[in-house]
């Protein structure tokens, strides 16, 4: 099996390939594929966090290669593949992502998702948090035992938001899930950490009712009790809040989440509409035992 991955050097913006055999043995999705990547890829046979194009967590997938790593490609612009979806607004306050990314960015060098994509950061619509959505996520991220089970219990979090009327809003995708970790630290993702911003329901826009919405969904609010249900490190935005209270923590939340806490690199994350919609079905049957991926 014939597996090849962009390794981008620092001479320049071309990147080098290298190519590489797994000595005949299929890897099944089930396997920790990304260790085998590295090592097939290098040709040295050296495991490396110098895979600067992986684009996923499975060798099926692995095969696809996308645009190089975002620190050596300066018309990365014109490969980021997107997909424009201008909407009009129907109310104030609507999500209304200007593009949805339908393939996600490469990760860099260090194994992390980009701050952004290609040389000019003062472009928006290439600033993470890049809006994708929830089935995207499962194709490039799944892939392995453990990966599938956080996202299995990311789309049950997902259902039980909807369910209690919180489905006007967003979410932000982070952490160990959102990186190269297997290559980085020689082990599995525990957890996904999510942000959810969100608008109070209709129903329970005061103060009073909302407080009263809160009580009778204590459990939904709990981070330690997600954390065991989901497998998802839970934290929330209330979008009705006062805006000055709004712009503090979503500072706070993305000064934190776009930054690795002990060595300080600057990272990307993911964003997906908070709302259920056909997209989670698709990421629930890429997870069914024999999801094509």
Request: neutral net charge; charged residues 15%.
């Amino acid at each position: 099996m014939n597996l090849c991955l962009i390794c981008a050097g620092h001479s320049g913006g071309n990147s080098s390939r290298f190519r590489g055999r797994t000595q005949g043995r299929s890897y099944a999705a089930a396997d920790p594929p990304l260790h085998v990547l590295a090592r097939a890829a290098h040709p040295m046979g050296r495991s490396a966090v110098a895979v600067g194009a992986v684009t996923a967590f499975d060798t099926s997938v692995a095969r696809v290669i996308s645009w190089p790593s975002w620190t050596h490609c300066a018309e990365a612009e014109a490969f980021v593949p997107v997909w424009p979806v201008w909407f009009g607004r129907m109310a104030m306050g609507a999500y209304n992502p200007p593009v949805v990314f339908t393939r996600l960015p490469a990760f860099t060098l260090a194994g992390l998702l980009p701050p952004y994509c290609g040389s000019d950061p003062t472009q928006q619509q290439l600033l993470a948090p890049y809006p994708t959505t929830v089935d995207v996520v499962t194709q490039h991220m799944g892939g392995t035992p453990a990966r599938s089970q956080i996202l299995q219990g990311f789309l049950a979090f997902r259902q039980a938001l909807n369910q209690a009327g919180l489905c006007d809003g967003f979410q932000w995708l982070d952490g160990s899930f959102a990186e190269l970790i297997e290559l980085r630290e020689r082990r599995d993702p525990r957890d996904l950490d999510i942000v959810t911003f969100f608008r109070r329901p209709p129903h329970v826009r005061s103060d009073a009712d909302w407080l009263a919405f809160f009580n009778a969904n204590t459990a939904l609010f709990d981070p330690a009790a997600n954390k065991q249900q989901f497998l998802c490190d839970t934290y929330f935005v209330d979008l009705d809040l006062d805006p000055m209270s709004v712009v503090a923590q979503a500072r706070y939340w993305y000064g934190l989440f776009s930054h690795r806490r002990v060595t300080g690199e600057w990272k990307g994350m993911l964003e997906v509409p908070l709302q259920v919609t056909a997209a989670d079905a698709a990421a629930g049957a890429l997870l069914a035992p024999g999801g094509a991926r």
